[in-house]
């Protein structure tokens, strides 16, 4: 068994009085990103890899999401939770995992594919040195080239219901970059203790090629809102 205590949680998660935010605005849908954002992501990272146990996302009844992951308490990260409410979404109730992904790994359930996270905010905070891909978002062409789920409520619903209708395959896995029905239109950049803030509705997928991350995990926390 691992003890933690108030004290050490606080410094992991100590986040910089300096960071930097900055929107981009891409085909009218907005993201934040907010570099510099830990004092220690080496330790945080740490900490995190040492502290929870990881498992199969698909094993766990979450189809969309490739890879493993780890599911955080909010309260062995609530220095950043706290600090999330207060200067970017207030009304937030945000779940915390880890995506922990790999070039190599498997495609089960075409889980490649563009999904919705149904939410009005995702935080994303990268934490590998080393950097390659993001997530890419993507327009949906039978939605009338709709970046947001939310418009399903607007008269897309048959597809928005269809598209969790995945091939119940394991395959290899694949950068997927559009197809009949989807039109990639940006990939959010990772970059090494970045904070990526963005709307879960709008539809979006890991970004790694098969040859990335074979020798590494890919490595972030996610806070999804629900």
Not at 38 to 61: C, M, Q
Not at 85 to 93: D, H, I, K, Q, T
Not at 214 to 224: A, H, M, N
Request: glycine residues 6%; proline residues 4%.
């Amino acid at each position: 068994m691992r003890y933690v205590d108030r004290a050490f949680v606080e410094h992991v998660c100590e986040i910089n009085s300096n960071y930097s935010v900055t929107k981009e605005v891409i085909d009218g849908v907005s993201f934040w990103h907010i570099d510099n954002f830990l004092v220690r992501p080496d330790d945080f990272t740490h900490y995190l890899k040492e502290s929870f146990p990881i498992g199969s996302a698909n094993d766990w009844g979450f189809d969309q999401a490739p890879g493993h992951r780890q599911w955080i308490p909010a309260i062995w990260v609530r220095p950043i939770e706290q600090h999330l409410l207060e200067r970017f979404a207030p009304n937030a109730v945000l779940n915390w995992a880890t995506n922990i992904y790999r070039g190599d790994m498997t495609a089960r359930r075409q889980n490649y594919l563009p999904h919705t996270d149904e939410s009005n905010n995702i935080f994303n905070l990268w934490l590998n040195e080393t950097c390659m891909g993001g997530t890419a978002m993507y327009r949906c062409k039978r939605m009338g080239n709709s970046h947001s789920a939310r418009s399903a409520y607007g008269g897309g619903y048959d597809f928005f219901r269809d598209y969790h209708v995945r091939k119940n395959t394991a395959e290899p896995w694949r950068a997927f970059k559009g197809n009949d029905d989807w039109e990639m239109y940006h990939i959010v950049e990772m970059k090494y203790n970045r904070l990526s803030w963005y709307e879960g509705w709008n539809w979006h997928a890991a970004y790694i090629e098969p040859e990335w991350y074979t020798e590494e995990d890919r490595y972030s926390l996610i806070g999804v809102d629900y």
